[in-house]
């Protein structure tokens, strides 16, 4: 089970720190994601992290301004978004898949948390 938590509302130019917690299995071995969904959008890839995390992938919308970090002793992948704008507000989704390398495709992510939401104001 993932659960994402740090969610929130926050003005444009402000930061935000996602975490997802797993429990019920341990992350360590396996790659992991984060996703979003904007309404009336579809669900994207925001970022990737390896197993261990020494690679990493961004979309070209969030290059410079996030980044993905995962500390395995813990079981937790963390997000950090700094400089928000209105377009980053969707629903965030921390997903893992069973394979150890990076992955952009949605649809070799298992299992998925239930999403926390990001509002960015104007």
């Known amino acids: 089970q993932l659960e994402e938590s740090g969610g929130g509302l926050v003005q444009a130019g402000g930061s935000l720190r996602l975490s997802c917690a797993a429990s019920?299995?341990?992350?360590?071995?396996?790659?992991m994601g984060w996703f979003r969904q904007a309404p009336g959008k579809e669900r994207e890839v925001v970022c990737a992290?390896?197993?261990?995390?020494?690679?990493?992938y961004y979309t070209d919308s969030v290059k410079g301004r996030f980044t993905i970090s995962r500390d395995n002793a813990k079981n937790t992948l963390y997000l950090q978004m700094n400089s928000l704008n209105p377009e980053d507000t969707a629903v965030y989704y921390c997903?893992?898949?069973?394979?150890?390398?990076?992955?952009?495709?949605?649809?070799?992510?298992?299992?998925w948390g239930q999403g926390t939401q990001v509002t960015v104001s104007s």
């Open positions: 997903a893992v898949t069973t394979g150890s390398d990076v992955v952009t495709i949605l649809q070799a992510y298992d299992y």
């Open positions: 019920g299995r341990t992350l360590w071995n396996y790659a």
């Open positions: 992290i390896n197993w261990n995390g020494d690679r990493t």
